[in-house]
């Protein structure tokens, strides 16, 4: 398959903005109106300057992090303005379709409704796993531009099965996105090693979670190198501003840390998970591949409510599909976590 064919006709023509920083980067740089004084406050950077528009040294960065090429790397303002791009790419807004796993992360349908894009739905199974069953029906009639899966998936916590990952990306006629934001807690491989064999596939990646670096806003989208270009084509020129994309460069020379902290989390989930099995108020807790968990607990909502009187704030997923009495709940340090136990204990004694 070639994924420019999916493509909307008017991206593929674009002819992206281009500035005279695209082809010079110093000398004496009176090209852009920016103020060649500085910045009104003292910083180390050069505030005054706009960024690189390409992420050269960040994609290369990340590239061999991951174990691919910098061409297929695309750099966001978080993984959320990938998910957005994606849509801007693929989706005639008024006509064309996409297809979600409930439950699952909301931004999905949240940014197809922002382009006008209509949302089929192909409900994961009581295990929260993909359904064949109903994969005919989820995708009939016009062709999905768009099959949105996401790895472990939220708010669920558990991976997808490999086989039906490959299956989906090998069979679905159009652009299959795996959304990786929580793959460092994962214990699957990454889908990015997948990516010369199937030129439909986008996995998405972030620093806003493993990494801890929610604040910085960074995240990615893995892809064959022509989608990549195009979502560079249709990117705010500046999308990644200075500060940002130094910290996430610095960010890969302290995989150490990720790593310690990663197996903090996973321990700290364990424990948690086993002291809230415990729980006389708790019905189930859902297995978990990620840094947080799925309980469904009695009476969640007051459970919730009283939670976040007491201080600790935890998410309400019983709404979601399959989640009834659900409560979502996030791995904190090991003293947050003691004194969830305490307080959960109390409002549900
Ligand atoms: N995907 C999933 C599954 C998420 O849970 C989140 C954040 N909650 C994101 C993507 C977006 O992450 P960010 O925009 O911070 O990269």
Redesign the pocket.
């Known amino acids: 398959m070639d994924p420019v064919s999916l493509i909307r006709p008017n991206i593929r023509a674009l002819k992206p903005y281009r500035s005279a920083r695209d082809d010079h980067h110093s000398g004496i740089l009176l090209d852009a109106n920016e103020n060649s004084l500085g910045p009104v406050l003292p910083h180390p950077d050069a505030l005054h300057r706009y960024p690189d528009p390409h992420h050269t040294a960040l994609r290369a960065r990340v590239a061999a992090f991951r174990g691919c090429r910098p061409e297929q790397v695309f750099c966001g303002s978080?993984?959320?303005?990938a998910?957005d791009l994606l849509f801007r790419l693929f989706c005639e807004p008024g006509t064309d379709r996409v297809v979600v796993c409930p439950p699952t992360?909301g931004?999905y349908s949240v940014a197809a409704n922002i382009h006008d894009v209509q949302v089929r739905t192909w409900p994961l199974t009581p295990d929260f796993q993909l359904d064949w069953s109903t994969f005919e029906a989820a995708t009939a009639g016009a062709t999905p531009k768009i099959l949105f899966l996401?790895s472990p998936?939220?708010p669920t916590a558990n991976d997808l099965r490999r086989a039906d990952l490959e299956r989906a990306v090998a069979t679905f006629p159009g652009i299959v996105v795996v959304?990786e934001?929580?793959i460092d807690f994962s214990e699957q491989a990454s889908f990015i090693r997948e990516l010369d064999r199937h030129p439909n596939l986008v996995v998405?990646q972030?620093?806003?979670?493993a990494f801890g670096l929610?604040g910085i806003?960074?995240?990615f989208a893995f892809a064959h190198p022509s989608v990549i270009a195009h979502m560079m084509k249709v990117k705010a020129p500046y999308n990644l501003n200075r500060m940002t994309l130094e910290l996430a460069e610095a960010a890969f020379g302290h995989t150490d840390t990720l790593a310690r902290n990663v197996d903090l989390l996973k321990r700290e989930r364990d424990r948690l998970m086993a002291a809230f099995a415990a729980f006389p108020a708790v019905r189930k807790v859902h297995v978990s591949h990620a840094n947080y968990f799925l309980a469904i607990v009695d009476q969640a909502e007051r459970v919730y409510r009283d939670l976040a009187a007491a201080g600790v704030v935890v998410r309400y997923r019983g709404n979601e599909p399959g989640c009834a009495d659900g409560l979502r709940i996030t791995v904190g340090s090991p003293e947050e976590n003691d004194i969830l136990l305490q307080r959960f204990a109390e409002v549900t004694a």
């Open positions: 978080g993984s959320d303005e998910i992360y931004m996401c998936n939220n959304d934001a929580y998405t972030t620093l806003s979670k929610a806003r960074l995240g």
